[in-house]
């Protein structure tokens, strides 16, 4: 056997990262659709500035040319740079103008004027060679001196970009991120009223597996239904075919069971009727003990689908626990001496509760009888626990044996499972004890658990007030 501690595998890295969306297929593909609209944005402004840089250069330098050089006509009055027209000219346009020579001496704006060639792209990789560098600068020279004119007297005027007029005005980055939540808001609306059928189909299917089959999902639009449409009415055949194949085995266990009771009862008569003499004494009692085993297995199954039903019956009447249990107790040692050993814990005073007092006698039993084939190797006896949780009846037996495996344990209260098939039948029984005890708790609104106690098992039912 591998003695090996299991090693817990890490994660991978993008569930660490983000590990919340898994369980909603919803926003999963509303995350998927944010992220595809985001590259979709950057790809298009990245082509979009790539193909602008490389052909608007060519394209713009002379109508710039030809504007600056209107410019500087419409600054100059016989040849030398007007200061008037240059503060008008910076009223009227989002320009910087820098007049500087030998006789004037101006700027319109106290930041260092602004070139256009400034927000021309850079390149994105931060990593150009030597020779790209130059490229730049030399494209920059001349950008430079296309934004420059000399007069005739000698001034250099210089024009840029006002950035603080640009700036005032909203930034488009703003609306597009507000527009991109809002579609993403749509998106998500949208995408949550598609899937609104598959929490249908999932509570649908959680009845399904509790074993009610009366309700079926609810299909949207049945006469031209949509996949999910489609998924929810095979779902629902299928709850139905499941249904009446229950309703079929139901059917052939009551009767096979009602139809071997009287054969039962004539074999054990004819039995009760053979000599006791020594010679067949010995097979006459195993023959009884076949037959009241054989009676007690057809017992249970009737119960068994009685309490299956929907409409179980339950006698409901005012019983005392604490004694009911004392009278199981001493109705298992008249066969087991070792029942005599259960220790009972019940609290004083412990008020009365209304219960079906055969059917609570008959989980008592099969439990206690349980604890006690599965413990008979054991140092320690059974043991019964009866405490009340706020309003709620606790019963708690637990053995002390060997437990049950732990993959085997949640199909331990199935009708004729036994963890270990190759058991014999006196100790492993025919596996309808523990199913029996669940029925009785759920015909009650209560519910029974089983877990390993180390050693042992330890079963407990929940009896909520009537």
């Known amino acids: 056997m591998n003695t090996h501690p299991r090693i817990e595998r890490a994660p991978a890295w993008h569930r ?16 998927l659709f944010l992220v595809l609209a985001l590259a979709m944005v950057f790809t298009f402004i990245r082509g979009a500035q790539r193909a602008f840089t490389l052909g608007w250069h060519d394209t713009a330098r002379p109508l ?25 000219l910076v009223q009227r346009l989002p320009v910087t103008v820098d007049i500087h020579g030998p006789e004037l001496n101006w700027r319109s704006h106290p ?16 990593h150009a060679d030597e020779d790209r560098d130059k490229d730049d600068e030399a494209e920059e020279r001349r950008w430079r001196s296309l ?11 210089a024009f840029g970009l006002n950035e603080a007029a640009l700036e005032r005005r909203p930034g488009l980055i ?14 998500y609306l949208y995408v949550r009223h598609l899937l609104l059928p598959l929490d249908d189909i999932r509570r649908g299917a959680q009845r399904f597996g509790t074993g009610e089959f009366g309700g079926a999902i609810p299909v949207r639009r049945p006469q031209a239904p949509d996949e999910l449409g489609q998924l929810a009415i095979t779902i629902n055949t299928m709850g139905q075919d499941i249904a009446r194949m229950l309703e079929a085995q139901r059917a052939l266990l009551l009767a096979i069971s009602h ?7 004539r074999a054990r008569l004819h039995t009760e009727l053979l000599p006791e003499s020594t010679d067949i004494q010995p097979q006459r009692e195993a023959l009884l003990r076949d037959l009241g085993e054989m009676a007690r297995l057809i017992n ?12 179980a019956a339950l006698h409901r009447e005012v019983t005392d626990i604490a004694t009911l249990a004392r009278e199981v107790i001493e109705e298992l040692s008249t066969g087991q001496a070792r029942a005599r050993d259960i220790r009972l814990q019940a609290p004083e005073g412990l008020p009365p509760y209304r219960l079906d007092r055969v059917r609570l006698r008959l989980l008592l039993r099969n439990l206690l009888d349980n604890a006690l084939r599965h413990s008979a190797q054991a140092p320690q006896p059974p043991e019964l626990c009866i405490t009340e949780d706020g309003k709620s009846l606790v019963l708690e037996v637990r053995d002390h044996g060997p437990g049950v495996p732990e993959d085997q344990l ?28 669940r029925l009785v708790a759920q015909a009650h609104g209560g519910s029974l658990t089983l877990r390993n106690a180390a050693p042992g098992l330890l079963v407990t039912v929940r009896l909520p007030p009537a």
């Open 16 to 31: 660490r990262l983000w590990p919340i969306p898994r369980g909603s297929l919803k926003l999963r593909l509303v995350l």
């Open 64 to 88: 710039l040319t030809d504007y600056v050089d209107r410019l500087a006509a419409e600054l100059t009055v016989d040849g030398r740079p007007s200061l008037e027209r240059a503060r008008a």
């Open 111 to 126: 930041e260092p004027p602004a070139d256009w060639t400034r927000h021309r792209p850079r390149h994105m990789d931060g």
């Open 147 to 157: 934004l420059q004119r000399r007069t005739a007297d000698g001034h250099v005027i």
């Open 174 to 187: 703003g609306y597009t991120l507000v527009i991109l939540l809002t579609l993403t808001l749509l998106a």
């Open 259 to 265: 139809e071997l009771r009287s054969p039962l009862t």
């Open 300 to 311: 249970d199954l009737l119960e068994s689908e009685r309490l299956a039903g929907r409409h």
């Open 410 to 437: 949640g199909h331990l209260a199935q009708p004729f499972f036994r963890p270990d098939a190759a058991r014999s039948r006196g100790t492993g029984g025919v596996g309808l004890g523990l199913y029996l005890c």
